[in-house]
């Protein structure tokens, strides 16, 4: 797209930003779907549709997951709930009270689900007859099936509300309640492993790793480890502090694959199909610097956007970034479209794919793999499973226990006791890396 089209987008971008005081005045709040596996749906203008990474949840927002579906949410201190199998959540309040606290509201209708909260905001989640309200830390599952429901606590306490009277349950305490007898309590002191319980390790483990960065520039937690993992931070001199996806490449620009999700009430909202792609498309301000590409520029705080900001050079080629007309659910565009649940033993890394299709916290060290990928285009790689549902517990984030298993998708297996293998062709040149804007140095 030529300059020409930047007018237009601007108009776009500022009627954006005259809409956001009346949502902020409804105090109604806007967060991440952060993490898809199998078969997700979500319900987010009257009807179920296939869901997707970083699809905003609004208030009101439903999601349900098939036989082989997960799903994970973010909220924007960094919290994190996780839906497993045959599941159905609903987020029933997102609000912001005067005072600035953010309020949560969820309703586990069946299945089960972990909450990884993080204490900073307050939130509720009700099951069967029961309700838990957090206003600090705690890490827990819940599951609702027909005939009971239970809660464990793998960091306490919570306090559960039920018909039975209210319990507080500590570390390592299990409560179950009967539905047959109106949801009578029983306690135990131990927690039972789940099959799910490795997916929920791993994500944590994942988060509790990547999101601490020095000097962080957010004032939020939601995206950050996926800033870290993907990418990089650097002080570009006249720009400030930037950060850049690993694995971009001459031609690539941000807005090449993604989707428009219509919201009822709030029209179109762009959702980035690449993994690490919330906060740079939420906030802040995507340019082009000479020589090194595109790069996301941290700021603009005050207000979420619809429509990601940006400033392109003259003459640099940008994919649209016009909202479609009508109230068509979603409209994918560049790969976005090609996000399914296919299978492979190998991937490809090559330049201008920006980690897509690379699930988080599957490979080791992309810093060290971009360098490779800069030089020679590609690397192949065989890596071994990880993020898999199994009772096996994986261990650290070390190279020897990387994996990638299809385009987005895990297989939930034992773990291989091979090594990845990574391979890269015989370099035929040395391929300028600043000049590109293949990443980082």
């Not at 601007?10 to 991440?32: D, E, F, K, Y």
């Not at 950060?243 to 620009?253: A, H, L, M, R, S």
């Not at 649940?341 to 599957?362: D, N, Q």
Request: proline share 6%.
């Amino acid at each position: 797209m030529s300059t020409r089209f930047l007018p237009a987008l601007a108009l776009l971008s500022v009627c954006s930003l005259i809409n956001l005081p009346a949502a902020a005045t409804s105090q109604a709040r806007i967060v991440r779907l952060s993490d898809v596996h199998g078969t997700v749906q979500i319900n987010k203008s009257g009807a179920f549709e296939r869901a997707f990474l970083n699809l905003p949840i609004t208030q009101g927002t439903q999601l349900k997951t098939g036989a082989d579906g997960r799903a994970e949410v973010e909220f924007e201190d960094g919290s994190s709930l996780r839906v497993g199998p045959d599941s159905a959540v609903t987020f029933t309040a997102l609000t912001l009270d005067d005072s600035g606290t953010r309020n949560s509201a969820i309703n586990l209708a069946k299945g089960i689900a972990y909450l990884d909260w993080l204490g900073k905001d307050q939130v509720s989640l009700k099951f069967s007859q029961e309700t838990v309200a957090l206003d600090h830390a705690a890490h827990f599952r819940v599951a609702n099936a027909s005939d009971v429901a239970s809660l464990s606590v793998f960091k306490g306490p919570v306090d559960v509300d039920s018909p039975d009277g209210k319990l507080t349950l500590e570390k390592h305490k299990t409560a179950t309640f009967d539905h047959a007898e109106n949801d009578k309590s029983k306690v135990t002191n131990k927690v039972e492993e789940a099959k799910l319980d490795s997916w929920d390790k791993d994500a944590t483990s994942y988060h509790d790793e990547y999101a601490k960065v020095k000097n962080d520039p957010s004032p939020y937690g939601y995206g950050l480890s996926d800033l870290n993992y993907y990418g990089a931070f650097s002080t570009v001199p006249g720009y400030g502090m930037m950060w850049q996806p690993f694995f971009t490449g001459v031609g690539w620009d941000p807005f090449m694959d993604g989707a428009w999700g219509f919201y009822p009430g709030m029209g179109y909202m762009y959702a980035s199909a690449y993994p690490w792609g919330w906060l740079p498309y939420r906030y802040g301000n995507w340019m082009f610097i000479p020589s090194m590409g595109w790069m996301w520029q941290p700021g603009m705080w005050n207000a979420y956007t619809a429509i990601p900001r940006y400033t392109a050079a003259a003459g640099v080629p940008v994919h649209a970034l016009v909202p479609p007309t009508g109230t068509t659910q979603t409209v994918a565009i560049g790969r976005a479209a090609q996000m399914s649940t296919r299978t492979s033993s190998r991937m490809v890394l090559s330049r201008g794919s920006a980690g897509l299709f690379i699930p988080r916290g599957s490979i080791d060290n992309l810093r060290s793999i971009n360098h490779e990928v800069a030089k020679h285009g590609f690397v192949n790689m065989q890596p071994t499973p990880q993020f898999a549902v199994q009772t096996q517990r994986r261990v650290g984030f070390a190279a020897e226990s990387s994996a990638f298993h299809g385009e987005g998708e895990m297989e939930g297996r034992p773990m291989a006791s091979a090594p990845p293998v990574a391979s890269a062709p015989a370099s035929t040149g040395s391929a300028a890396h600043a000049s590109s804007g293949g990443g980082h140095r």
